[in-house]
């Protein structure tokens, strides 16, 4: 909880004689506050008592004038605008008003958030609400869905929803009402507020309370990130599917990773937060039944979790071959805290005929090369360059400079194992394509690639059209992997993509969206899925790199 909304509890509680400046809805809430953490209010102060009843809450509504007769009183001043209590108090203050104890203004939010359930933890939270009798839920925006959900699953009995967006919904099997629909319901009913962001529930408590309601909760965003951050754990953890929630820092911001256990093998997913909010009853059914792991072991069979006790780059023991993994970095990165590379880590420069500045010695503008495209094909141009212009090597890959493989000292001995060495899958709840589609690419790239695709090789084809429906890729275009498998890989996804980026030249259509990097992704998603029964397919954590600015840790 709040420390500044702790000690102004704390003063008030010591405070004598409690009165309360205001008679209207921020006042109401302080009181109710109040009256749940045992605090007394005597009275209701305000300037004119001509516009506010003689009571409130059988508490006397008296007039600031009356208040300076008195001697042993303590006020409570404060509003939701910080510009509005400024003005009452330069007020207070010019009538010689003592006593004052001023709200500060960081902690509206906690105030509303806190005056009809005691949220201390989400544990007491979630209690107290599964105690109530009756629950509304209000939705306005996509995080209702997810509350929704975790509230379901801790035993919160939901009567309906109340929404003006229908289309933000899941199919819940409950009633939906409308606001106006509200007028018939029980005024004791509990109402939640879901809005992501706090001040922003604040504007509906009015319009809920001149229909009559007063419990109102509004979920802080403690309360938000503790459902949010909890909600990862009880869909993998509890769900009877035996699932772990694996904590560790390789991982990006808003993602977690889950791992399984199965026939002695391991295997993990990396799983991005946002996605929660579309969670179907079918898809949580699906992680519990443990289909979708089936699934993945249908399309990739024997790819599994490769282990590692991570070290940095530069104490990693590179074995007596030629390895050569480049580093791809482009002028326009953001700032990260420099490490120390070793030789087999070449940092490549992506995108350099687009700028004069230069920050690697090897840039991919030299040779054979696609480097004034890199706005559409991104770190795809780094593997042009390096099919094209570099040979010999016993296993090539890619990293990019805040994503990369996490790494033990003897990573690269447990390489010469395999023939590919992956990042670990991420798992999507809905297909591959409709995530694409629905995030980074248009429909029409997509349609196009798979065109393509079917020219290419027919076989390839069938496998696109699983890898399409699939609901796991490996993301982000890193790899390691023997040369020879490097070319043909290679050969696939340019024969693809520059037919792609040749239909949209011959149409005049400029994109500069990074749209071929993404089919680049599917691709080689695809390739490997396509060669999963005839190729030894290991995959390790993604490394992330937080830029300074952003860093968590």
Known sequence: MNVIYKDFLHRVKNAKNVKIYGAGKFAKTLYYLFNRKGIKVEAFVVADTSQNPAELFQKPVIALENLEKQEDYSLVVGVERKETTRKILENLLAQHIKNIIIVPASIVNDIYCNFVINEESIKIFMENLANEKKVIVYVADRDGNLIIRYMQNKGVQIDAICTEKKELLLDWQMPILSFEQLGSVDKNTIIILTMGNPDWQRGFVSRLRSSGFERIVLLSAEIKEAIENDFGRMIWEEKGADFQVINTQNVEQYHYIVQKEKASKVYRWRIAARDHYT???????????????????????????????????CKVDSPDINIEIYL?????????????????????????????????????????????????????????????????????????????????????????????????PTYIPMSTKEFFCTNFILEYDWNLMMKYIKEYDEFYYKTALKHEKAHSYFPCNIFIMRREYFDEMCEFIFGVLEKVDGYYENIHMVRKDRYLGYLVENLLSIYMMHHAADRNIAYTDMKYYYPIEESTF
């Open 279 to 313: 969670y179907t009853d079918n898809e949580i059914e699906s992680i519990r039944k443990g289909s979708f792991v089936e699934e993945y072991e249908r399309l990739f069979p024997n790819c599994c979790f490769c282990p590692y006790d991570e070290v940095p780059f």
């Open 328 to 424: 791809s970095k482009c002028h326009k990165d953001k700032k990260i805290a420099q490490q120390s590379l070793p030789a087999w880590l070449i940092p490549i420069q992506v995108g350099k005929a687009l700028t004069d500045i230069r920050i690697a010695e090897v840039c991919d503008n030299t040779g054979d090369n696609i480097s004034m495209k890199n706005t559409d094909y991104s770190e795809g141009t780094a593997l042009y360059w390096i099919w094209k212009n570099t040979h010999g090597q016993d296993y090539v890959g890619l990293f990019h400079y805040r994503r990369q493989m996490a790494m033990g000292k003897d990573s690269l001995y447990k390489l010469m194992q395999y023939d590919v060495l992956l990042t670990v």
